[in-house]
């Protein structure tokens, strides 16, 4: 499918990017930006998965880590005329299976897990605190993906996907805290 024989080819010198339909657009675009921070997070999610290696739990993140390229090739393919999000062989886009299966793994991870009394603080084992990194990033993708939703089409299933996303990760730093047990709590005012 890809094929790379060089890295660099000078065409963005000028500050501009191509898209999968040939189209170019500045590299500070809104649909860049939602490339980039996507791009950010999958990196993200690799330091996290590097953790858990060894792990079913890796292996779920290197899933992710694979749907998150899919999601990167999804927003790099602007909507036709319509905002037709439908895949085909040549145009790659998040479906709801891909949504489906984050929300099973949700359900399953969290099922074990003892209801929250308070938020949690970003930390508790080195695992979880990657993971937490990870959601971080994940939302701040999000956030991009909105704002680019905000000036062009974008395919529904990918809002849902990264929202998911970051709550997966967030359930999953729970579950690398020892079932919660490690989970550092927040005390509002604790320091006043």
């Known amino acids: 499918?890809?094929?790379l024989t060089k890295i660099y080819t000078r065409t963005g010198d000028d500050g501009t990017t191509g898209l999968v339909d040939g189209s170019r657009l500045p590299k500070?675009?809104?649909?860049?930006?939602?490339?980039?921070?996507?791009?950010?997070?999958?990196?993200?999610?690799?330091?996290?998965?590097?953790?858990?290696?060894?792990s079913q739990h890796a292996d779920a993140l290197f899933r992710i880590q694979n749907d998150l390229f899919d999601l990167g090739a999804d927003l790099a393919t602007p909507a036709p005329e319509g905002d037709d999000f439908a895949p085909s062989e040549m145009v790659l886009r998040v479906v709801t299976a891909q949504v489906e299966?984050?929300?099973?793994?949700?359900?399953?991870?969290n099922a074990d897990l003892e209801p929250l009394t308070s938020?949690?603080?970003p930390g508790g084992s080195e695992a979880s605190a990657r993971l937490h990194v990870a959601r971080a990033a994940t939302r701040r993708a999000e956030r991009a993906m909105t704002a680019m939703a905000s000036v062009d089409a974008t395919n529904p299933q990918a809002l849902a996907y990264i929202n998911r996303l970051s709550?997966?990760?967030?359930?999953?730093?729970?579950?690398?805290n020892d079932g919660g047990k490690r989970d550092v709590k927040w005390i509002p005012g604790a320091n006043r």
């Not at 500070?28 to 060894?54: P, Q, T, W, Y």
């Not at 299966?101 to 991870?109: F, G, P, R, T, V």
């Open 1 to 3: 499918m890809v094929k």
């Open 28 to 54: 500070h675009a809104a649909r860049m930006e939602a490339i980039g921070a996507v791009d950010e997070a999958n990196s993200a999610l690799g330091v996290a998965a590097v953790a858990l290696e060894g």
């Open 101 to 109: 299966w984050l929300e099973k793994a949700i359900d399953a991870l």
């Open 119 to 121: 938020f949690v603080l």
């Open 167 to 176: 709550d997966y990760l967030f359930v999953l730093a729970r579950v690398a």
